[in-house]
């Protein structure tokens, strides 16, 4: 019955788009992420985790037996179930929507597989400039439906339980996918582009930043009720290079989404900025009007206050290697850290995306610790 009813909301979804506010969605039970968010007061510190939704549960595993991994993304009914799976065992305090940050380089026409054990691959990635003329940006995010379809199908999933979280990559970071032709440890091809095509790198910069702040701008009509950008490549730019090949363009996408939301007098939703190994730019990161800055796990959480002063909520940090400790240890480092942050301008999580193998019971400790430590 309740696959049924889901799929008549999808179908009403394709065929009738309408703002999120007339979308009739249930109010809201637990908001302590939103009220973070924004400075307010919560009633306890929330607490979610990056990729939740993923290899580390049982459950994720036998849907993609029977599914390979793009499909779920496109597919709304499997992307809402696997988006559920995690609130299913857990209290957390959040959800948010399974995708992949790759979706924009596909809209963008070019081929994304996801090869076991290897991760995303790219078969003809961009070898030099005059690539950039295969990339189709016109109607990009009109090949991003799903994802909105997606995220209004699970805002009524989840009856309120929880705020529903959209995100995209940073253009930075899908530059370096897009050139790499996946995941990198050097980003030596893309940033040989910096140093050799500059011209053509912030072509290619401008150009994903305008189909990111349309895609962003389309999830926040779907529902989405907090943004998050990945900014997951950044340790690979030293300080000068990632303020000037990052910061503009990540200000630039929470400008104009702004702005855009605002002249069609839709509400502003809070936007987290995490820019994995940028710790050493917290103070340019507090600049750029952004809610929310995530910290990675080197980032010591009082000095991060410091440089970020009192106005933006930090977001972070437990190393996810620390998830293979015993409960103890993990209920002590997390107990530690929210202890760190402090209840005001705090959502805890981790430093980065939680690993296939870390053991459930603890997700369930991190998620107990946190309730408890304040």
């Not at 989405?224 to 300080?239: M, R, T």
Request: some cysteine.
């Amino acid at each position: 019955m309740h696959c049924f009813i889901n799929k008549i909301i999808c179908l009403m979804i394709i065929f009738v788009r309408l703002s999120a506010e007339e979308y009739n969605f249930p109010i809201l039970k637990n908001d302590n992420l939103l009220r973070a968010a924004r400075g307010e007061a919560v009633d306890r510190v929330p607490v979610w985790v990056m990729r939740q939704a993923g290899r580390y549960l049982p459950e994720f595993q036998e849907v993609r037996k029977q599914h390979d991994f793009f499909t779920i993304c496109r597919t709304p009914e499997l992307a809402c179930e696997v988006t559920m799976q995690p609130l299913r065992r857990f209290d957390l305090d959040a959800s948010i929507i399974f995708s992949d940050i790759l979706v924009i380089p596909q809209a963008l026409g070019m081929t994304v597989e996801m090869h076991p054990g290897v991760g995303p691959v790219f078969p003809e990635p961009l070898q030099s400039p005059a690539d950039l003329a295969k990339l189709t940006p016109e109607g990009a995010v009109g090949r991003l439906t799903y994802v909105g379809d997606a995220i209004t199908m699970m805002r009524h999933m989840l009856d309120g339980r929880v705020p529903l979280i959209g995100f995209t990559g940073a253009p930075w970071t899908l530059m370096g996918y897009m050139i790499e032709g996946g995941g990198s440890k050097t980003m030596a091809k893309s940033k040989a582009w910096l140093s050799d095509y500059p011209d053509d790198a912030k072509k290619l910069l401008s150009m994903l930043t305008e189909s990111i702040v349309d895609y962003l701008e389309m999830q926040v009509k779907a529902g989405a009720q907090l943004l998050q950008i990945f900014e997951s490549s950044a340790e690979h730019l030293p300080k000068e290079d990632f303020l000037k090949w990052s910061v503009p363009y990540i200000k630039e996408i929470r400008d104009k989404l702004t702005q855009r939301l605002q002249q069609q007098s839709i509400p502003i939703v809070p936007m987290t900025i995490f820019a994995k190994g940028a710790g050493h730019s917290l103070k340019e990161q507090a600049a750029l009007g952004y809610d929310v800055i995530g910290l990675d796990w080197t980032v010591d959480p009082i000095e991060a206050r410091k440089e970020v002063g009192p106005n933006i909520t930090l977001q972070g940090n437990l190393d996810p290697q620390d998830m293979y400790k015993t409960p103890e240890e993990i209920r002590a480092l997390t107990t530690e850290m929210v202890q760190k942050f402090g209840k005001e301008r705090y959502i805890a999580n981790l430093g980065h995306g939680i690993t296939p193998q870390t053991p459930i019971v603890s997700m369930e400790t991190l998620v107990d610790a946190v309730h408890k430590a304040l």
